[in-house]
């Protein structure tokens, strides 16, 4: 059973080119519909548990104007870098409205120039500083960022959930593939609304 005070809600990849109607790499992800389904979930999420101690923690993907972070990047980065996505100052790399409109309640960790959001990140010590045990990850992109950054928390002694409501990924079929071949082999998955139940009595 989690606990509100040392559970973490990781917010990854909730911006502008992924969620934003015209975002650069919305088409990447599933339908639209999905994406947008997924955006509605976990914001819900975050409101009914807004008013209780669990850490909602944001680790945005941004880039200098030249990328000069990237070098000879493939896959996504790679894909990342010619299409412009998620450069510094543009409206895709912004953090999506309706994440935006939580204000402080989120806490966003500068950093992330990658697919794993520990990797030359304060993550691991802003959360090892808040005492939390529990990291539940959110978000975009199923199998690489989200596959990444939970192997990573796993890895550093975390107890890892993943929603499966709230996470989407290229395909639908990518997306089920990983909640039940892959995540279980190192965490556990569920939904949000199991999240709820386990949190909410003692965050209210």
């Known amino acids: 059973?989690?606990?509100?005070?040392?559970?973490?809600?990781?917010?990854?990849?909730?911006?502008?080119?992924?969620?934003?109607?015209e975002g650069i790499l919305r088409g990447a992800l599933e339908d639209p519909a999905h994406t947008a389904a997924v955006l509605h979930r976990t914001i819900t999420l975050l409101r009914k548990l807004q008013a209780g101690p669990t850490l909602f923690v944001a680790t945005p993907i941004i880039?200098?104007?030249?990328?000069?972070?990237?070098?000879?990047?493939?896959?996504?980065?790679k894909?990342?870098?010619?299409?412009?996505?998620?450069?510094?100052?543009?409206?895709?790399?912004?953090?999506?409205?309706?994440?935006?409109a939580l204000g402080d309640r989120v806490?966003?960790?500068p950093g992330k120039r990658g697919l794993n959001a520990f990797a030359e990140t304060h993550l691991h010590e802003t959360l090892r500083a808040r005492g939390?045990?529990?990291?539940v990850l959110t978000g975009a992109v199923?199998?690489?960022?989200?596959?990444?950054?939970?192997?990573?928390?796993?890895?550093?002694?975390?107890?890892?959930?993943?929603?499966?409501?709230c996470t989407c990924g290229r395909t639908r079929v990518e997306e089920d593939f990983y909640c039940q071949q892959v995540f279980p082999l190192y965490a556990a998955v569920q939904t949000s609304g199991h999240l709820v139940k386990e949190l909410l009595p003692a965050a209210t």
Do not use: W
């Not at 894909?79 to 994440?99: I, N, P, S």
């Not at 939390?132 to 990291?135: K, N």
């Open 1 to 21: 059973m989690k606990v509100p005070s040392t559970t973490a809600i990781l917010l990854i990849g909730f911006q502008n080119d992924y969620f934003h109607p």
């Open 63 to 77: 880039f200098t104007p030249d990328y000069r972070e990237l070098t000879e990047p493939v896959g996504i980065l």
């Open 79 to 100: 894909l990342v870098k010619e299409t412009g996505a998620f450069k510094q100052g543009t409206l895709g790399a912004g953090t999506h409205r309706d994440l935006a």
């Open 107 to 109: 806490l966003e960790i």
């Open 132 to 135: 939390i045990r529990d990291v």
């Open 142 to 165: 199923t199998s690489v960022c989200i596959d990444s950054t939970a192997r990573s928390a796993h890895e550093r002694g975390y107890r890892v959930t993943i929603l499966s409501d």
